[in-house]
């Protein structure tokens, strides 16, 4: 750059190749430099990291839009998240030589959209960190124990009663290889007795069957799709059959008006990702060739900490925090076989003998309807779930004089309720009943 003699002072605009402007001391005259490549390896890079980040950050917020101690909830914690997770991306980036980009996983393509398992920081503080690790073998998260106790969980990792866990996993799509979601779910350790008073810390963590919390705080949410206590310690996934590809656990705590919380980076197995891993080198060419595959994107939960509350109907088990539970809906239209009738009045009357009722309805799942009779022993029976609803068969078949009171779920999470009586009725002239007349 440099002054323009006088015959061009207080001009703008082009000339042979370079730009007339003003300056502070006058009219300067600067080259127009044209950059040979204008998508270098490096702004791509910078592009990539941004992308993944931004995606993780839109499938993480739930979690960590307010996961970082001491940051205003919202878009300031939005913009640490970012920070954070750029600068660890970008100093790991450097550390290695562009040759072994291909072994540093996993990555979103610039056009790209949905969250790839990543070692993303999603929450900062001053709390003690617990660890996670991932099974080389199941692909289940693990939580090392000395003890199946919440006493085992305070004492190995620095805990007090009342702190609130966060497990946050991202797991491959059972319905879509190679598509992740985001699942996450909470243990205060702060177990209750049904009466709602406080349960003794001996109290085991996971319960004797292996598959549950057990003395849960109503404070407690999300599920798990498999939950035991084997040799290390706890080991879950959030869905059933599915691999965690990455995890970590955030502790929080209420001290006075301050929530706290831990350090929490997540942790990546990349035999779970599997053939389904982008490499920082391969999302690179992608971005540059331009081929975009669009991916399903995938409160204040961390705030539950302290000691209070009843005990939880909720142990655990079920479908994850973060899905969209499905509406459970019945027809009171129902098939008995030879006729069908409304039982929206609650008792229907039906000439036997019956040995199938149809029930059709949508997003019934095992254990949604249940049998139960005024006394006695329910009949021998079978209910199959579909599609479509839900089909119970007797073997033997339902004759007269029997009554059967049916019950169902409304959601996944709720206890049977009576939907109606079923009395089973003798055919105008037919005999009487056959064996099996004891309800």
């Known amino acids: 750059m440099a002054k323009v ?17 003003k300056g502070v001391n006058g ?43 001491g940051v205003t909830e919202g878009a300031p914690s939005m913009a640490r998240f970012q920070k954070a997770n750029l600068g660890y991306f970008r100093e790991r980036a450097s550390e290695i030589s562009e040759d072994q980009l291909s072994a540093f996983v996993n990555f979103v393509p610039v056009g790209q959209k949905g969250i790839r398992p990543a070692r993303f920081i999603v929450s900062e503080g001053t709390l003690p960190r617990v660890p996670m ?4 073998d199941a ?42 979601v985001c699942k996450y779910a909470r243990i205060i350790l702060d177990p209750r007795n049904a009466d709602g008073t406080e349960a003794p810390l001996s109290s085991q963590f ?79 060419d992608i971005s540059r060739q331009g081929n975009p595959v669009y991916m399903t994107d995938a409160n204040a939960y961390l705030n539950n900490a302290g000691v209070s509350g009843t005990q939880s109907t909720n142990s655990g088990q079920g479908s994850s925090e973060g899905e969209t539970a499905a509406t459970k809906t019945y027809n009171n239209s129902v098939d008995f076989g030879s006729t069908t009738q409304n039982v929206a009045g609650g008792s229907v009357s039906v000439n036997g003998p019956i040995d199938i009722i149809e029930i059709s309805g949508s997003n019934l799942a095992e254990g949604d309807i249940v049998l139960s009779v005024p ?13 479509q609803g839900a089909s119970i ?13 049916v019950s169902r779920k409304v959601s996944s999470d709720a206890s049977a309720t009576l939907w109606f009586t079923l009395n089973v009725t003798q055919p105008s002239g037919g005999g009487t009943g056959g064996e099996g007349d004891e309800p």
């Not at 003699?5 to 402007?21: H, I, P, R, V, Y």
């Not at 690790?133 to 080389?136: G, L, S």
């Not at 004759?399 to 059967?404: E, M, N, R, Y």
């Open 139 to 180: 692909f289940n998260a693990e939580l090392k124990l000395s003890a199946n106790t919440y006493a085992a969980v305070l004492a190995d990792y620095n805990l007090q009663r009342g702190d609130q866990l966060t497990f946050v996993a991202i797991e491959e799509s059972l319905a879509v290889p190679g598509e992740y």
């Open 393 to 405: 068969t007797f073997d033997p078949a339902l004759t007269a004089g029997k009554t059967i009171r």
């Open 133 to 136: 690790t991932i099974n080389a």
């Open 375 to 387: 006394s006695g022993t329910v009949p021998n029976h079978e209910i199959a779930y579909g599609a």
């Open 206 to 284: 996971i319960d004797d069957a292996g598959s549950k919390v057990n003395l849960p705080n109503s404070k407690n949410a999300g599920n798990f799709g498999t939950l035991g206590f084997g040799m290390y310690g706890m080991y879950f996934t959030m869905q059933r059959n599915a691999n965690v590809c990455a995890v970590g656990c955030i502790v929080s705590r209420k001290d006075g008006e301050e929530w706290k919380r831990s350090n929490c980076q997540l942790i990546v197995s990349e035999d779970a990702i599997g053939e389904y891993g982008v490499s920082l080198a391969r999302a690179i």
């Open 5 to 21: 003699g006088f015959w061009l002072q207080g001009s703008t605009g082009k000339l042979a190749g370079s730009a007339l402007q």
């Open 27 to 69: 009219t300067v005259i600067r080259e127009i430099v044209k950059p040979k490549n204008p998508k270098t390896t490096n702004q791509i890079l910078q592009r990539v990291l941004m992308n993944t980040v931004s995606q993780g950050y839109s499938a993480l917020k739930d979690i960590c839009s307010h996961a970082f101690q």
